[in-house]
């Protein structure tokens, strides 16, 4: 089979969902990415019923905790909900890129096992480069299916030895817009049910509960959102976003265990974060809602590690702080 599959997000508002149901039958749909749900999610779900429909996370994770959380928000968001296409890990973002193969492939593995073991059929979405060169395609391919970006004429080569089931071929007018245009070649709907997969004959599992301080993070040494969701639950603070906002950039460069995808960097005084200042209100300093020089000293006095003043890539002091964090 070969047929017209669309994807679609928050970037098609005013789409005219009538033209779309009358030119194609498939489309998958952005749920969310990093811990957030995509603001249209619901409105591209209620208005495309009766077609065939899938979902997918654009994924921001820089370790596998982070994709476990990711994966449980995702599942949060589809629950009671009917896909019978497959459910995606869209995992391409350029900030994720340096972080080595061993790691990415840990982080696709552990979203994977997050979704499968919900009783859904799992695939990965990502560019013919990153499936190459990035992450370990070939042996990930073995274990999920794909859903594979090359924007050519053509669909990637067999020599490439890649086993997908969608090939997103660059962009398509439907709907009164370019959208992201793909070909299906697998009939999922029938695969997913032969499997019993998605929840599709029978009532959906209850909504997976969101992490609690109960929930482990990796302690190693580095700050990511999930260090910072893990702060924010154990301070038991209103907002649990997993960003520590209005940072002030020149302590960024000597503070590399302290990740842009939590950290929000700015260039200017800009009231600094509610979340730093109940870590400085523990740690007995200011409580200016900046992280700087005083405030990890603080913090490397209170974990017991050497004090400098800066976080190093991994660092001794958020390590231990992760550490602490998972004992509260």
Same mark, same amino acid.
């Given at each position: ?6 994807? &679609? *997000? ?14 194609? /039958?498939?489309? &998958? ?5 990093? &811990? ?9 779900? %209620?208005?495309?019923?009766? @077609?065939?429909? =899938? ?12 994709? +476990?959380?990711?994966?449980? !928000?995702?599942? *949060? ?8 296409? $497959? ?21 696709? +593995? %552990? ?17 013919? #480069? ?6 370990? =395609? ?9 859903? &594979? ?28 817009? /370019? ?10 709907? !029938? ?18 509960? !969101?992490?609690? $301080? !109960? ?8 700050? =990511? ?29 000597? /503070?590399?265990?302290?990740?842009? *995808? ?6 200017? @005084? ?10 400085? #209100? ?18 490397? +006095? ?23 964090? #998972?004992?509260?």
């Amino acid at each position: 089979m070969k047929e017209l599959c669309i994807d &679609i *997000s928050t970037w098609q508002g005013g789409i005219d969902y009538n033209d779309i149901r009358s030119k194609c /039958n498939y489309a &998958i749909l952005r749920a969310g990415f990093d &811990i957030t749900k995509d603001n249209r999610f619901e409105e591209h779900y %209620a208005n495309l019923q009766g @077609m065939h429909l =899938g979902a997918y996370w654009y994924s921001y994770a820089t370790n596998e905790s982070e994709a +476990r959380t990711e994966a449980r !928000t995702f599942l *949060s968001i589809i629950n009671g909900k009917k896909f019978d296409l $497959p459910i995606y890990l869209d995992i391409e973002d350029g900030s994720m890129s340096g972080l080595g193969r061993g790691t990415l492939d840990a982080i696709v +593995r %552990a979203f994977g096992e997050e979704i499968q073991n919900a009783g859904y059929y799992f695939g990965v979405y990502t560019n013919l #480069n990153w499936y190459r060169n990035i992450l370990s =395609g070939s042996e990930l391919n073995k274990q999920f299916d794909w859903w &594979i970006a090359l924007w050519d004429n053509d669909p990637p080569s067999p020599s490439y030895g890649i086993n997908y089931g969608i090939w997103q071929f660059g962009s398509t007018w439907i709907g009164g817009q /370019n959208v992201d245009g793909n070909y299906i070649y697998k009939d999922y709907p !029938t695969i997913i049910r032969e499997l019993g997969l998605n929840h599709l004959d029978g009532p959906t599992p209850p909504t997976p509960p !969101t992490p609690t $301080p !109960t929930h482990q993070i990796a302690e190693d040494g580095i700050w =990511g959102k999930d260090t910072t969701l893990k702060v924010q639950e154990v301070f038991n603070l209103e907002v649990k976003d997993g960003i520590i906002s209005n940072q002030l950039s020149w302590f960024r460069d000597e /503070n590399p265990a302290l990740l842009d *995808s939590t950290f929000e960097w700015k260039d200017y @005084m800009a009231g600094g974060s509610l979340t730093m200042c109940a870590i400085q #209100n523990w740690l007995g300093v200011e409580a200016d809602g900046y992280i700087g020089p005083n405030t990890i000293s603080a913090l490397q +006095r209170k974990m017991g590690t050497p004090v400098d003043g800066c976080c190093s890539y991994p660092s001794a002091v958020v390590k231990a702080f992760q550490h602490w964090l #998972n004992q509260q």
